[in-house]
């Protein structure tokens, strides 16, 4: 079965941190570009990081930059976020994606096909 798995997320205070991890599990092929998004009640789902598996290029939301880092293992089809400095305005569902395009990676998540099913991150002021 292919399918993305989140986990890391949890509660935590302001000026926490946390890590989430994301495994793209049973494909056959290196997905070409992974990323982070959140959805927080009532808001539409948003970009939060986006990360190239084939380079190094990375992407990120400007309400997030300076506080969280996108990397991966590439050898495993695994992707991390980790996230300082947390704000109460963090607070949402996680979803990390991925697609097999050869486009390329862009900021926008109609290009990413496969989902996660989230992991829940609060932070409480």
């Known amino acids: 079965e292919v399918q993305l798995v989140e986990s890391g997320g949890g509660s935590v205070q302001a000026g926490g941190s946390l890590r989430l991890s994301c495994v793209a599990s049973?494909?056959?092929?290196?997905?070409?570009?992974m990323g982070w998004f959140r959805q927080a009640p009532g808001k539409e789902r948003e970009e939060v990081a986006i990360?190239?598996?084939?380079?190094?290029?990375?992407y990120y939301a400007d309400s997030v930059k300076g506080r969280f880092t996108i990397s991966q293992d590439s050898a495993e089809y695994r992707v991390y976020l980790q996230m300082n400095s947390l704000k109460p305005e963090d607070t949402a569902m996680y979803y990390c994606?991925?697609?097999?395009?050869?486009?390329?990676?862009?900021?926008?998540?109609?290009?990413?096909?496969?989902w996660g099913q989230g992991t829940q991150v609060t932070v409480s002021s």
């Open positions: 994606a991925a697609h097999w395009w050869a486009t390329g990676c862009r900021a926008d998540r109609t290009d990413f096909t496969d």
């Open positions: 049973g494909y056959t092929y290196r997905p070409a570009c």
């Open positions: 990360i190239s598996t084939r380079g190094t290029s990375t």
